[in-house]
C-alpha cells in the first residue's frame, strides 16, 4: 500500500516535467567521464566540474519548460549528427563481418557495401551520389 502511495506522488511530481534526453544521456556519460579521469589522475577538482554537469541534467529532467529543452535537444541532435552516424556505423561493422560501413559525404546515410571487392564506387541511396570508398 505504502509503494503506491509513493509512485503517485512520484507520478503527480513529474507531471509536466521535461524529462531525460539524447542530452542529459551524453552530459551524464561526460561527467562520469571527468570522474573517472579525476580519480585516475587524482584531480580532485573535477569533481567539481562533474558536480555540476549532474545539476544541469537535473534541472533539465526537472524543469516544466519543456520547449526550452526540447529545442535545446534538437539543436545538439541536429549538430552531432555525423559522429553518431560514424560511431553507429563503427558499432554495424563490428557485428556484420562480411560488409563494411561508409558514410556518404553528400548526406551522410551510411552506406553498406561487401568487404573484400577492394576500392569500389558506391552509390549513395540517399542522395544519388557517387563515392569511392575501400570495402
Same mark, same amino acid.
Given at each position: ?13 513529474? %507531471? ?62 541536429n549538430k552531432t549528427v555525423v559522429p553518431r552516424r560514424m560511431i553507429k556505423a563503427f558499432v554495424l561493422s563490428l ?19 561487401? %568487404? ?17 570508398? %575501400?570495402?
Amino acid at each position: 500500500m505504502m509503494k503506491n502511495q509513493w509512485k503517485t506522488k512520484l507520478l503527480e511530481f513529474m %507531471k509536466g516535467r521535461y524529462g531525460t534526453d539524447d542530452l542529459n544521456g551524453t552530459l551524464l556519460a561526460l561527467a562520469v567521464l571527468i570522474t573517472i579521469i579525476g580519480i585516475v589522475f587524482n584531480l580532485g577538482w573535477l569533481s567539481y566540474i562533474s558536480l555540476g554537469l549532474l545539476i544541469y541534467i537535473n534541472y533539465r529532467s526537472l524543469s516544466k519548460d519543456t520547449q526550452k529543452h526540447a529545442a535545446e535537444n534538437r539543436a545538439y541532435l541536429n549538430k552531432t549528427v555525423v559522429p553518431r552516424r560514424m560511431i553507429k556505423a563503427f558499432v554495424l561493422s563490428l557485428k556484420d563481418k562480411e560488409h563494411s560501413y561508409h558514410l556518404c559525404p553528400g548526406c551522410h546515410t551510411i552506406c553498406r557495401v561487401p %568487404k573484400g571487392k577492394g576500392q569500389i564506387d558506391v552509390h549513395c541511396p540517399g542522395c544519388g551520389k557517387t563515392f569511392s570508398a %575501400k570495402s
